[in-house]
């Protein structure tokens, strides 16, 4: 059973940064990491997802050169949020995959293992 929890979350004006965190205890060998969203009314759609092993990560395109994401270990992985904007508001959840050589953003029913969510708002 592998177990995520996120922290970070918070308020911020537009324009601002927050980074949040994920502790992954339970997961052992190669796997695949992934930030997704859930704005109000809308479906969870992937942000951020991280093939570390092969070096390879890929972004939503309505993050790209805003969100960053990266490990300083096996048990912490992290997402940089620059120059936030309003439409970033959501709740965002780190999840885990079983290792795959299908290398693309992760879409929510290949996800094994969810946390259980942090609240970002970001305000004008």
């Known amino acids: 059973q592998v177990h995520l929890v996120e922290s970070g979350g918070g308020s911020v004006q537009a324009g601002g940064s927050l980074k949040l965190s994920c502790a992954i205890s339970?997961?052992?060998?190669?796997?695949?990491l992934a930030w997704f969203r859930q704005a109000p009314g809308k479906e969870r759609e992937g942000v951020a997802t991280d093939y570390y092993e092969a070096g390879r990560t890929f972004y939503a395109a309505s993050v790209l050169g805003r969100f960053s994401v990266y490990r300083n270990s096996q048990t912490l992985y992290y997402l940089q949020m620059n120059n936030l904007q309003t439409e970033d508001t959501a709740i965002y959840y780190c999840?885990?995959?079983?290792?795959?050589?299908?290398?693309?953003?992760?879409?929510?029913?290949?996800?094994?293992?969810w946390g259980q969510g942090t609240q970002v708002t970001v305000s004008s």
């Open positions: 999840a885990y995959a079983r290792w795959s050589d299908d290398y693309r953003l992760l879409q929510p029913g290949q996800v094994d293992f």
């Open positions: 339970g997961a052992y060998g190669r796997y695949v």
